[in-house]
């Protein structure tokens, strides 16, 4: 049976193989006993999220560069490091010991004598106390940590430049950092990059609750900042049991579900009878829209096939949700009648998740010009395709990103003859250390419709094909 390195190891280094690519990390028990395979998740966990951390305190270590380094080296090194700084449970002489036999047997007795000699490198470079509180100041002795403290070491182990210390200290890709610097500002990029250092809560949605599911949550959560929201504070299996239990309340961070609330209260004075959400995911803002928008029927769609059968299985006998594909959805748009539109269209489009990055760490490795570039192409697209579709269309987006936000909307208004009704962003809060009340993503959210037209209820037919 593997050990909980053992299965660390395998699932990192699939993800040093992949690098900058990282994909969400996800890490099987195997069989393990619960507190290895626990073990196991915190490891992997805590190497993607300080991935830049680690290997800016293995660059002064190290003799060569790291990508000459054997992968399942690379990967032994991250574990072992991951261990020694972030998991302040491990012993650092077990994390040492530990990591050495494993590049015995996964590596080479050669390789091992290597990394048993940078381990125990950066062992002398761990101050006495090692964890001290923060909050974190920006000097290059130190990284922050996800709970608001510091490790405090005896000499440098970040770049000395300051914008170059902050992205390797928070493990962000440079150009995400100079492009928050740019769009924001030193002091709020600083701001933005500790707070994805966070341990993100579990936040639910109790604002269309009954008094029942109210006093269900409640039992197993605290208040957040939002009163229509709660963090939960039991166990998974135990969120498990009460989302299928109460599906009149689901997980779902405050920024999110705030962007639909804005969508209802800025159409609230007209009839919306048809609503198509054609990048639907999950199904959590789906779900939202048929509690605000009670007499309207929904046709959901993504363009992910299996994510479009987790949906059925989801509003599978739904009285007002329909699962369709996007060519169902185009065509049901045409029973609507002339000019054959949807009174609104949700686009939660593809985007960087750079407002979600707390949630999404592996997402903040690979943030580039040219991913940006390439989303931005294919929210254009699906604008392009949304706008015959419908007489109003709210776009919205979890990135920070003036280019997949703002200039999006300025772009489809020059472009695609649209007229901007309405557009709202809402920044990230909460820091490493604060109370998970006070945490929240980032959303933003424009609502767009043809120049010079007033918004119209379409109803469709009562009888659709299947």
Not at 107 to 131: D, I, Q
Not at 183 to 212: D, T, Y
Not at 241 to 268: C, F, G, I, M, N
Request: proline share 7%.
């Amino acid at each position: 049976m593997r050990t909980a390195r053992e299965l660390a190891h395998a699932v990192l280094l699939r993800q040093v193989l992949r690098f900058p690519d990282l994909l969400p990390t996800e890490v099987p028990d195997a069989g393990l006993d619960p507190r290895e395979a626990s073990l196991a998740a915190a490891i992997c966990k805590v190497a993607v999220r300080h991935w830049r951390s680690i290997g800016a305190v293995l660059r002064g270590t190290l003799e060569q560069p790291i990508d000459r380094l054997a992968p399942p080296v690379r990967t032994l090194l991250l574990s072992g490091l991951a261990q020694m700084l972030f998991l302040d449970r491990v012993p650092v002489h077990a994390a040492i010991d530990e990591t050495v036999e494993l590049c015995k047997r996964v590596a080479s007795p050669a390789a091992s004598k290597l990394v048993n000699a940078v381990l125990r490198r950066v062992s002398r470079l761990m101050a006495e106390p090692f964890h001290q509180p923060g909050p974190w100041m920006g000097d290059d002795r130190t990284l922050p940590t996800s709970d608001g403290r510091m490790l405090v070491f005896t000499g440098p182990v970040l770049p000395p430049d300051a914008v170059r210390g902050l992205a390797a200290a928070t493990s962000h890709a440079q150009e995400l950092v100079d492009g928050w610097i740019q769009q924001f500002g030193l002091e709020r990029a600083k701001e933005l990059a500790l707070h994805n250092m966070c341990e993100p809560p579990i936040v639910v949605n109790l604002a269309h609750a009954s008094a029942e599911t109210r006093a269900a949550w409640e039992a197993q959560s605290v208040p957040h900042r939002s009163n229509q929201h709660r963090v939960f504070t039991g166990e998974r299996q135990t969120l498990t049991k009460l989302v299928q239990a109460h599906p009149d309340a689901w997980v779902q961070d405050a920024s999110s579900s705030a962007a639909v609330t804005r969508v209802a209260e800025a159409l609230r004075d007209y009839r919306t009878a048809t609503i198509a959400d054609a990048c639907a995911g999950q199904g959590t803002k789906t779900r939202q829209l048929a509690a605000l928008f009670p007499d309207a029927m929904i046709f959901a769609s993504d363009a992910d096939s299996d994510r479009l059968s987790a949906l059925r299985k989801v509003f599978a006998g739904h009285a007002r949700v329909r699962v369709v594909t996007l060519d169902e959805l185009r065509q049901r748009s045409a029973l609507a009648g002339h000019p054959g539109k949807f009174d609104l269209v949700l686009l939660d489009v593809p985007c960087s998740n750079t407002g979600v990055l707390a949630r999404r760490p592996e997402a903040k490795l690979r943030a580039d010009a040219t991913q940006l570039a390439r989303l931005v192409a294919l929210q254009r697209e699906i604008l392009t395709w949304a706008t015959p579709l419908a007489a109003q269309i709210a776009y919205s987006t979890c990135s920070l990103e003036r280019g997949e936000n703002e200039d999006q909307a300025a772009w489809a208004c020059e472009t695609l003859k649209l007229e901007l009704m309405l557009e709202q962003r809402e920044m990230v809060s909460g820091q490493p250390g604060q109370s998970p009340s006070e945490y929240a993503d980032a959303a933003y959210l424009a609502i767009l419709r043809p120049a010079s037209a007033t918004p119209r209820s379409l109803s469709l037919p009562e009888a659709l094909p299947d």
